[in-house]
Structure formats: structure tokens, C-alpha cells
């Protein structure tokens, strides 16, 4: 009867062992998941620090400027202007044909 006692032991755990490495490679797979999502958030947070209000087309700074009640990103440099997603329909397709013209010439700075 000890040797069927001792079988039953080793059974169990062997049984027990499996669900603890089970449990410990789930948490080491998780821990591994939280990292690469904290350091591809941290790279955004990089990425958005080096790039922000920096002109695509020349690398310098740009400012912002308000018309019509939203802000236009003008280079201080070369001075292209560059419009947010949404902000040329406000500035143009919503304007009265008068109302247009006042915008384009301050765009263009006449």
C-alpha cells in the first residue's frame, strides 16, 4: 500500500508543479505585455516631445496663430501654415465667398 500512497504523492505533485509553472509563465507573460506597452507609450511621449510644433518641411519652430476662432500652426521660419484635421473646412467650406477672401489674403499676408 506505500507504494500506491507514494505514487498518488508523486502524482499530485506533478500535477501541482504544472499549474504553478502554468501560473508563473502567465505572469511572466503579462509583465512582458505591460513593458513593451510602457515602453511603446514612453516612445510616443519621446516622439511627440521631439516633433511637437516643429514644422514637417524645415525642422523649426512653429507658432501658433488664431483666425476665425481656431489656431493655424505657422512656421517661424519658412512660414508655411499648416491646418489641424478639420480645420480647412471651418476655415473655407463653411465661409461665406467674402468671408473666404478675408482669410486667404491673412494666410497669404496681404
Known sequence: ??????RREDDWFR??????????????????RERREQEKD?????????????CPKCGH???????EGIEVDR???CEGIFLDAGELEI?????????RRGITKW????
Request: aromatic share 4%.
Open 61 to 67: 519652430d512653429m507658432a501658433a496663430e488664431k483666425k
Open 42 to 54: 514612453e516612445e510616443k511621449k519621446r516622439l511627440k516631445d521631439l516633433h511637437f510644433m516643429k
Open 75 to 77: 512656421c517661424t521660419f
Open 1 to 6: 500500500m506505500e507504494e500506491a500512497d507514494r
Open 15 to 32: 500535477q501541482n508543479e504544472k499549474q504553478l509553472l502554468e501560473a508563473a509563465r502567465e505572469a511572466r507573460l503579462k509583465r512582458e
Open 91 to 99: 476655415l473655407f467650406l463653411k465661409k461665406k465667398p467674402e468671408e
Open 107 to 110: 494666410l497669404l499676408g496681404i
